[in-house]
C-alpha cells in the first residue's frame, strides 16, 4: 500500500539554523510529492511540491527533490525563521486509472523556531 | 476565488446526537475530498467526490457517517449517533482537473463530542 514516514518532532532550531526534516515514502505507481503546512490555528496550505524523479520543489527558502532511488522527500531550509514555526506534513497521491488522487499524510513533523 | 470555507468551524455535541458539516469548494473544482484529522496526527481520507458522484470511500467511514455532494457544487458529511472518538478536525480540500493538481484545503471544522 501507500504510506509516508516523517521524522519524529518536535524540532527545535535557533534562527538561522539550517532545517532538515526527513520524509519518505511507499507507493504503487507513480506518485506525486508534497509538502503541507500548518500554521497555529490555520489550514493546511500547499508549501510545495514536485511530480516525478528528480524534480525539485521549492518556495520561500523551502526546497525538497523527489528521490526515487531512495524513496525520499527531504524539506530543507537554510536559515529558518521563527516566522517558519508550524507544523510540517509530507504527503502522496497516487493518479492512475482507478486512483482518485487522494492524498497520503505522514503524522507531521512540529518545527519550533526560538530567536 | 474566496478558497474553501467550511461551516461550522467549531461544534461541541452530545454523544449521540447527529452533526452536519458544509462544505463550499472554490467555484468550478469538480473534485471534492474530505479527510478527517485527530489531535498530532496526519490528516486521513475518507471519501471523495468527482462532481455529485461519490467514487470512494475509506474504511474509516463507517455506516453512521453520510457524505452528499448535490448538484456538484457544496458538499456536506453528517455523522449520525456521534461517539466520542468521532472527535476530531474534518478537513475539506477541492481540486479542478483530472490529473494531480494541488489539493486547497479549508480552514476545517473542529468537533468534540462529550
Known amino acids: 500500500g501507500n504510506s509516508v514516514t516523517q521524522m519524529e518532532g518536535p524540532v527545535t532550531l535557533s534562527e538561522e539554523a539550517f532545517l532538515t526534516i526527513n520524509c519518505t515514502y511507499t507507493a504503487t505507481g507513480y506518485p506525486s510529492l508534497f509538502w503541507y503546512v500548518q500554521y497555529p490555528g490555520e489550514g493546511l496550505q500547499l508549501l510545495l511540491k514536485a511530480t516525478k524523479a528528480d524534480d525539485k520543489g521549492s518556495n520561500k527558502g523551502f526546497e525538497a527533490t523527489y528521490r526515487k532511488e531512495t524513496t525520499s522527500f527531504h524539506l530543507e531550509k537554510g536559515s529558518v525563521q521563527v516566522s517558519d514555526s508550524a507544523v510540517y506534513f509530507c504527503a502522496l497521491s497516487v493518479w492512475l486509472s482507478g486512483n482518485t488522487g487522494k492524498l497520503i499524510f505522514g503524522q507531521g513533523t512540529t518545527l519550533q523556531v526560538k530567536p | 476565488d474566496t478558497g474553501v470555507s467550511q461551516n461550522p468551524r467549531h461544534k461541541i455535541t452530545k454523544r449521540g446526537q447527529n452533526v452536519t458539516f458544509r462544505c463550499d469548494p472554490i467555484?468550478?473544482?469538480?473534485?471534492l475530498y474530505w479527510y478527517r484529522q485527530t489531535l498530532g496526527q496526519g490528516p486521513e481520507f475518507l471519501t471523495y467526490f468527482q462532481n455529485e458522484a461519490q467514487l470512494e470511500k475509506s474504511r474509516l467511514l463507517s455506516d453512521r457517517f453520510s457524505a452528499e455532494r448535490p448538484k456538484g457544487s457544496f458538499s456536506t458529511l453528517e455523522i449520525q449517533r456521534t461517539e466520542q472518538g468521532d472527535s476530531a478536525m474534518y478537513l475539506c480540500?477541492?481540486?479542478?482537473?483530472?490529473?494531480?493538481?494541488?489539493?486547497?484545503f479549508g480552514p476545517g471544522t473542529r468537533l468534540l463530542v462529550l
Open positions: 480540500a477541492s481540486t479542478a482537473g483530472t490529473g494531480q493538481e494541488t489539493q486547497y
Open positions: 467555484s468550478e473544482h469538480n473534485r
